[in-house]
């Protein structure tokens, strides 16, 4: 599959900002995906971005896509402890597979 | 609406053991998805499975069998269990159909430990 890379661990204090990125290398992506896995649980989307686009806004998540520099970043506003889980790049072209990032794992702290 | 469900939950194996996991999804979905979850590795598609009657290997095919029962059911076979199976194994189901969009929805997992 192709490569989609990511940071592996994000440490945010409640109420901040947190800004988790990604790249990947496949030019011909025409989706991406972040998804959300809390502990113990699957994976669930969070939001995703159609490759045309430049920012995608949903209450408190923005995504921004550069498709120039394959760069992918996924902005959550007024982190909160519920916020605290791993979150996964994805990318999809024309075919039945997703590929997915390593996860970054973010912490929220008090 | 039960989404998609595995079964185990967990599971504990000796070297050499074979087992079965299995998924099924109450979603009309065509295609479903087997991946193996280690961490700091993401996801890596084991098996998939585009539509009913078809199956295709993924990324890391070795060890394992597969099996689209019918459209709801998806399992997935170890038949000699190996240390180096010890992992997370999530099953998912899309409704993908050749467009583009390929939201994947995910079961709760199976952890699978090989001593």
């Known amino acids: 599959g192709e490569d989609v890379e990511q940071s592996l661990f994000l440490s945010v204090r409640e109420g901040d900002s947190s800004v988790i990125n990604c790249t990947y290398t496949d030019s011909s992506s025409t989706y991406l995906y972040w998804y959300k896995q809390e502990p113990g649980a699957g994976l669930q989307l969070l939001t995703y971005?159609?490759?045309?686009?430049d920012m995608k806004q949903d209450q408190r998540l923005t995504v921004l896509l550069n498709k120039k520099d394959k760069h992918l970043s996924l902005r959550i506003a007024d982190t909160q402890t519920g916020d605290s889980a791993i979150y996964f790049c994805?990318?999809?072209?024309?075919?039945?597979?997703?590929?997915f990032g390593a996860g970054t794992t973010v912490t929220v702290r008090a | 609406n039960a989404g998609v469900t595995q079964t185990p939950k967990f599971q504990v194996l000796k070297t050499g053991q074979s087992m079965t996991l299995q998924c099924a999804q109450d979603?009309?979905?065509?295609?479903m998805y087997w991946y193996q979850q280690d961490p700091g590795m993401g996801l890596r598609l084991i098996y998939y499975s585009a539509s009913e009657g078809t199956t295709d290997k993924g990324e890391v095919p070795n060890g394992y069998n597969v099996s689209r029962l019918n459209k709801r059911e998806f399992s997935l076979r170890l038949e000699s269990a190996a240390p180096s199976q010890t992992s997370v194994y999530f099953c998912?189901?899309?409704?993908?159909?050749?467009?583009?969009?390929?939201?994947?929805?995910f079961g709760p997992g199976t952890r699978l430990t090989v001593l």
């Open positions: 971005i159609f490759s045309n686009m």
């Open positions: 998912a189901s899309s409704g993908f159909s050749g467009s583009v969009y390929n939201e994947q929805f």
């Open positions: 979603m009309n979905h065509n295609s």
């Open positions: 994805a990318e999809s072209s024309n075919d039945y597979k997703l590929s």
